[in-house]
Each structure stands twice: as structure tokens, then as C-alpha cells.
């Protein structure tokens, strides 16, 4: 019998389908053996200046450890199958340690694909574990305790209780508090247009007066915009030149991990914790037509290499199912685009090109087919021939102004046939040069400069990849580590830093700048690789961080004055007579009584430092009509609302008045829709709630989606800066003229 490691049941369960009974596949269930919770567990020879990990086996991992051990001792050989990264690597290298087998013993074998060919090629051509991989695994975990166990304390102790730091979330933190600073710092500043429309219907935009070129700024006030305006009106334009230009649009390379996480974001609505959820599910295996198999490559990586076979696979269907002008004349090849990408990963495809959206929708959850969609088309779609767009350029001239109008028109779709397209063709009108064209309006148009957007997940995971901090296994679990600390809160998919991440990242840029300097984090994942790579010794890099770094944190201890966010202010709570603390919030410092959250009263503080109670519930004239008792007024983020005077025991809520009714009914069921607010936004519902469940973003309108077999229900709505019809059926959008 051979025994083969794995760290997943999921994985497990689908290996053993593959093999048969000369084979047992078990799982760890991911780390059975690491640093210890309860202690700092690395030992620290100052003398001989090395720091030596103290590794153990927790105990909700025993019984594990105990099924591995007997499994092993039965078997004729032993396999380690753990993920093909770092944390694999170490991982695998920790369950020998832990089944008492020497680590370089036991063949290792990797895959990028859970197919029966790859674990069987896999099987055949095993190798040693990799204690260089090894090594810089053990460094990032060394170095992350001892950032979090010596940091975490400092921080709760000067600022608050139950903070963290880390040496990536810290960097993370700083770039969403840098982004906030910005926005606070923002000042608009004032810049005007002249919207002009020439005959028939061309709209056009001013690229020089009086040879003086029209950038977004340089017209800054009303005044200028009105002499401007005043002297165009009165010349006459002729076409002076027109152009036209062939231009090709790209294939999108293969899915990378964060490539994935933007566009499930973007496209999906899909958090990155979530994507890598189901992107996990679909790699370790779901049923197929064919038995239970993984139908996507590892998702956790950088690389954007392909095997060749995968390729070729993909180009027969391309020209099969689109025809030769789809296929270019050689497979596409994409570069990675990271810093310290694993060439010997493989970007994220589809193992099975015969498993199809179309039959998968038999097989997966919604979820998991939208993602595998997104995954299997980009495949397909990197290897077709680029689009081809036929650009136009028309200049119009007059004595004192030169105006430019572009348009473009799709000459050739290629891979926009599999992926479609939101860019519609802008065509112009036939003009010939030195034909006078005459203003058919002008006006001009006040603009204010914004501040920079909040970052999206997708946004953040992005400036993380361009800037090198962390590795693609981290992006996600960095940002749900900063949500679940309450450094961030996601409103409208942006991420909000709170009050207590600006006192963090200001301690930290001034006593542990490192800690919170990009290029240093990135910089150190550099390191890690050169370890990989035998360029750098592990117990080199910790030691040369290690004491320093704790140097700092005694220095801390003595010298940073305490920020402390609650603190008392020597008074008594008027309602329980307990002690008043200063508190801060995400709108600024308050006094709340330290009884929360049996007694809920406060004190706002205005900007002249003046207190007032928070506003005592108003009486109205409304009973409950659950329980009887009087309704009272509160106030809450949405306004005033009604509530049972006898709550917590009775939790009935209304609102004030009576809710927006729209003049459309319901599309469902033809009942009253209601605007509402909930959680997670504003809403328009059906009133006959919970028999009729219809709900959506915007208004409905009394009009139908014209695409053939929808008849959808259309909204009005913005998308992009643009005013647009969509359809809530089929998701297709127009452009209101």
C-alpha cells in the first residue's frame, strides 16, 4: 500500500478516484504542526545570535497526527502531495517532522491540475522536499510572529486593547490611511468647458484657442469661458483635416491570482475571500460528466506560463467552434507581470476544455459557474486573434479655435466574439476637407476637480501586486484581517479606514517605519525569494531583523506616550453612575459611558470642545401594534424612525412616515413597490413581501428590454459617469441620448 499526503479532504477524496486500492490518500487538513499560540515559541540565543523555532502540534491536531503516523508505518511508501507553493513546501516538511520521517526521505510529488494524467505523471517523476522553499517559509512565519507577538501588545497597551500589527497588514493599513489623508486634504478646484455640438450631431471637444492648447485646467473661470464662448460663436469652421487609423486591441492575458480577484470584483460582485473560496473548490475537484476531478489549475499564483498541451488543446476548439480568422497564426505567450513570479506555476485554467459552461451548468453551483465561466473564457480568449478597430480623427478649424472629434468603429471582434464588449462603436458623419460644418450649440460648463476614489478590494489587491507587498496567498486574508480588527469597513464596495487606523499608522510611521514602509515590505519578499533561491541565508535575515526590530519595541515601551481612545474624565454616568470615558470614533471623539452596553448614554462634542447629551427619545401619539406599548421617535443613520418603547423586549420598528411608493407596479406581481432601506442599502420592494420577493437597485419603469426573448423590465440608472437603460432580466445597458 502507498500512502499519499495530501492537505484537503476535497483533494484527497478526488486523488483516491484516480487511483484505485494499491492507494491510500489522506489529509492533514492544512498546518499540523507550528508555532505555539500561547507563547512566543521561537527561541533566542543572543550569545550565538540565532533564533531557533520551537514547532509543536496543537491539540485539536493529535488525532490527525495519530491516523497519519499508523497510515505511514502500514505503508510501503509514502507520499507528500501538499500545494505546490512555500507554504506547501513547509507544510509537507512539517507533517514528516510530525509522523517522525526524515523530511528528505519521503518523495514529494507536485501538480498544477487534479486530473488523473497530472497525479499520475506526478507519481512518476517525484522528487525531495525543497528546504531552500522550505527555509523562506520558515522565515515569513518567523517574521510575522515576531512583528505580531512583540507589536500587537505595544499597540493595545498605548492605543487600544485588542490591536494587531503585521509586517504586511501594517504596509496595507498605511496605503488605505495614505489614500483617506489625501481625500481629507483634497481641495476642488474650479475649471469650466465649452460643450459644443456641431451640425448634424457631432460633438466636439476644444484642443486650442488663439494657439494656446485646451488642457482639463486652463480654462479657470467664468469669465474666460464666456469670452471664449463669445468669440466662437461668431467664426465659422471648415474641416481641415480628417484621419484614419487602424488600431488592434489586445488579447487579456491567462488569470493570475490577482488578475482573478479585480475581475470576480469587478464583474461578479464577488469579495476576493470569496473567489478564493470557490476557486479553491473547483481545483480540488467537483463532479463532472466524467466521475468527481478538478476542472481549474492551482489558484494560488503569479505566473502566467501555460502548458503547451493546454494550448494546443485550446486552439483546436477556437478554430473549430470560430474559424481560422479567430486563430492566430502562433499560440500566444504572456510574460508575468509580478515581481518574483514561480515560473514554475502555471497561470489559472480550465483542465478539461471539454467541460464546457454549458455542461458545467449541470454540475456546479451558481457561484462556482459564474467563476468557472470567468476563468474557462478568459482561457479560451488569450489564445484568439486580437480586435480590430478603424479609429477617426476630424479636426475642425476657424480663425481662432481648433476643435478635434474622434470616433472608432469595431472592423474585426476577434476575442470580443467570446468576451463581449460595454465599448459601442462612435461613428461620424461623412465630411470631406474644407467643407464648413456650422455650430448647432455652445455653451459653457462649470466643473469642479475631484478627489481621488476610496480603493475598491479589487483596487487595493492591485496597488499590493504593483507595489510587491505580499505574495498572492495573502491578499485576501490581509484584507479580512484589517475587517475583522475594525482598522476598515466596506460601504458600497470601498474601503473606509476607521479612526483607530489613522492612530496606528501614525504611531507606527513615527517609531516603526519599516513596518509600514511599502518598499520595505516589498523589499522583503524579495529576500524571501533569494532564500528560495539559495542567494541568502534564513537565520542571516532574521537575526539581522530580529534584534534591532526588539531594540525598538523596549524603546516603545518607554518612550511612546499613551493614545489610549478611552480614558476617563473623572465624572459619573447621570443615568447608572458609572465612570464617563473620552472615546474615539470614526466621526471624532465622544463621551460614552463605561457601563456600554448595559447603558447606552453619550455626549457628542462639537468643534469647540462644548458637550451636549446624546438627544433623548421623543414621544409620539402611535401604539405597537405587537405588544401595545407606546412608540417613541429615535434617531438612527437613516434618520428618525418609530420604535416600541418596550424594547428589548419588544424589538418593533417603522418608519416616521410612510415610505416612497412608486408610480410603476410591482413586474412580479403587479402589487405596490416601496423604497426601503436596509443593511445593505437602499432598495425598491414589492409590498407583498414575502409571497412576492421582486427587488431591486433602482426604479423600475413601465418599459420592456427589446433584446430578443427577454421583455425585462428596464431602470434608469448611471454606469460609468453615463445615463443608461438596463434591463434587470439580461443585464444589457443603452445609452440614453
Not at 30 to 47: A, Q, T, V, Y
Not at 284 to 308: C, F, Q, W
Request: proline residues 5%.
Amino acid at each position: 500500500m502507498k500512502l499519499i499526503i495530501v492537505e484537503s479532504p476535497a483533494k484527497a477524496r478526488t486523488i483516491k478516484n484516480f487511483l484505485g486500492k494499491g492507494y491510500e490518500v489522506i489529509a492533514s487538513k492544512g498546518h499540523i504542526r507550528d508555532l505555539p499560540k500561547s507563547r512566543f515559541g521561537i527561541k533566542i540565543d543572543e550569545e550565538n545570535r540565532t533564533l531557533t523555532p520551537e514547532y509543536s502540534v496543537a491539540k485539536e491536531n493529535a488525532a490527525i497526527v495519530k491516523q497519519i503516523r499508523e497510515l505511514a508505518k502500514k505503508a510501503d511508501e509514502v507520499y507528500i502531495a501538499t500545494d505546490e507553493d512555500r507554504e506547501g513546501e513547509a507544510i509537507g516538511w512539517h507533517i514528516a517532522h510530525a509522523i517522525k520521517k526524515d523530511p528528505l526521505t519521503l518523495p514529494r510529488i507536485v501538480f498544477h491540475e487534479i486530473t488523473k494524467t497530472a497525479i499520475k505523471h506526478a507519481l512518476e517523476t517525484a522528487r525531495e522536499l525543497d528546504m531552500d522553499r522550505v527555509n523562506a517559509q520558515q522565515t515569513r512565519r518567523l517574521l510575522d510572529r515576531i512583528v505580531g507577538y512583540k507589536l500587537s501588545p505595544l499597540l493595545s497597551s498605548k492605543i487600544q486593547k485588542g490591536l494587531s500589527g503585521g509586517r504586511v497588514q501594517s504596509s496595507t493599513l498605511k496605503i488605505i490611511v495614505d489614500r483617506e489623508r489625501e481625500i481629507k486634504a483634497f481641495k476642488p478646484q474650479e475649471y469650466w468647458s465649452i460643450d459644443t455640438i456641431f451640425a448634424p450631431n457631432i460633438e466636439a471637444n476644444l484642443y486650442s484657442f488663439d494657439d494656446e492648447k485646451i488642457t482639463k485646467l486652463t480654462i479657470e473661470n467664468r469669465l474666460r469661458a464666456e469670452q471664449i464662448t463669445e468669440r466662437i460663436q461668431g467664426e465659422s469652421f471648415t474641416v481641415s483635416s480628417i484621419d484614419s487609423k487602424k488600431r488592434k486591441s489586445a488579447t487579456p492575458p491567462p488569470f493570475m491570482t490577482s488578475t482573478l480577484q479585480q475581475t470576480a470584483s469587478s464583474k461578479l460582485g464577488l469579495s476576493p475571500k470569496k473567489t478564493m473560496m470557490l476557486a479553491q473548490t473547483l481545483y480540488e475537484g467537483v463532479k463532472t460528466p466524467n466521475g468527481t476531478s478538478g476542472v481549474i489549475t492551482y489558484m494560488r499564483t503569479d505566473s502566467l506560463n501555460m502548458a503547451a498541451e493546454a494550448v494546443e488543446s485550446a486552439r483546436e476548439m477556437i478554430g473549430r467552434d470560430f474559424g481560422d480568422k479567430y486563430l492566430p497564426s502562433k499560440p500566444k505567450v504572456y510574460t508575468k507581470t509580478s515581481k518574483g513570479a514561480q515560473e514554475a506555476h502555471e497561470a489559472i485554467r480550465p483542465t478539461m476544455l471539454e467541460f464546457t459552461p454549458q455542461i458545467a451548468a449541470q454540475f456546479l453551483k451558481p457561484d462556482e459557474l459564474k467563476l468557472y465561466r470567468l476563468i474557462y473564457n478568459r482561457f479560451l480568449a488569450c489564445q484568439m486573434s486580437d480586435a480590430l478597430f478603424e479609429q477617426n480623427s476630424i479636426t475642425l478649424l476657424s480663425k481662432s479655435s481648433t476643435y478635434k472629434v474622434t470616433g472608432r468603429k469595431l472592423v474585426f471582434d476577434g476575442f470580443y466574439a467570446l468576451l463581449g464588449t460595454d465599448d459601442k462603436d462612435k461613428l461620424l458623419p461623412s465630411l470631406k476637407i474644407g467643407e464648413e460644418v456650422e455650430i448647432k450649440s455652445i455653451k459653457p460648463t462649470q466643473h469642479f476637480t475631484e478627489p481621488p476614489s476610496r480603493y475598491s478590494e479589487a483596487g487595493l489587491i492591485k496597488k499590493l501586486e504593483s507595489e510587491g507587498i505580499g505574495r498572492p496567498s495573502t491578499y485576501a486574508p490581509t484584507i479580512s484581517t484589517l475587517q475583522a480588527r475594525s482598522y476598515i469597513t466596506l460601504e458600497k464596495r470601498q474601503i473606509t479606514p476607521t479612526e483607530v487606523a489613522f492612530t496606528v499608522t501614525e504611531l507606527l510611521e513615527k517609531h516603526f517605519l519599516e513596518i509600514v514602509d511599502a518598499k520595505f515590505t516589498a523589499n522583503m519578499e524579495e529576500v524571501l525569494d533569494k532564500i528560495a533561491q539559495k542567494d541568502e541565508d534564513w537565520q542571516k535575515i532574521l537575526v539581522e531583523f530580529y534584534f534591532p526590530f526588539m531594540q525598538k519595541i523596549t524603546d516603545g515601551k518607554r518612550d511612546i506616550k499613551s493614545l489610549k481612545l478611552a480614558e476617563p474624565i473623572g465624572r459619573k454616568c447621570p443615568k447608572c453612575d458609572s465612570e464617563l470615558l473620552l472615546r474615539g470614533g470614526r466621526y471624532g471623539k465622544f463621551i460614552a459611558c463605561s457601563g456600554f452596553p448595559k447603558c447606552k448614554y453619550t455626549e457628542q462634542i462639537d468643534e469647540d470642545g462644548n458637550t451636549s447629551a446624546s438627544p433623548q427619545d421623543e414621544a409620539s401619539d402611535e401604539k405597537c401594534e405587537k405588544c401595545g406599548s407606546d412608540m417613541v421617535i429615535k434617531s438612527g443613520r437613516n434618520g428618525k424612525f418609530l420604535a416600541c418603547s418596550a424594547y428589548p423586549k419588544c424589538k418593533n420598528t417603522k418608519p416616521l412616515e410612510a415610505p416612497k411608493a412608486s408610480q410603476t407596479p410591482c413586474p412580479d406581481c403587479g402589487g405596490k413597490l416601496h423604497f426601503k432601506r436596509s443593511k445593505r442599502g437602499a432598495f425598491w420592494g414589492c409590498e407583498n413581501y414575502p409571497k412576492c420577493k421582486f427587488i431591486s437597485k433602482f426604479e423600475p419603469t413601465d418599459q420592456k428590454c427589446q433584446e430578443d426573448k427577454c421583455d425585462g423590465t428596464l431602470v434608469h440608472r448611471e454606469f460609468r459617469g453615463k445615463k443608461v437603460t438596463e434591463c434587470l432580466k439580461c443585464k444589457n445597458r443603452v445609452e440614453i441620448e
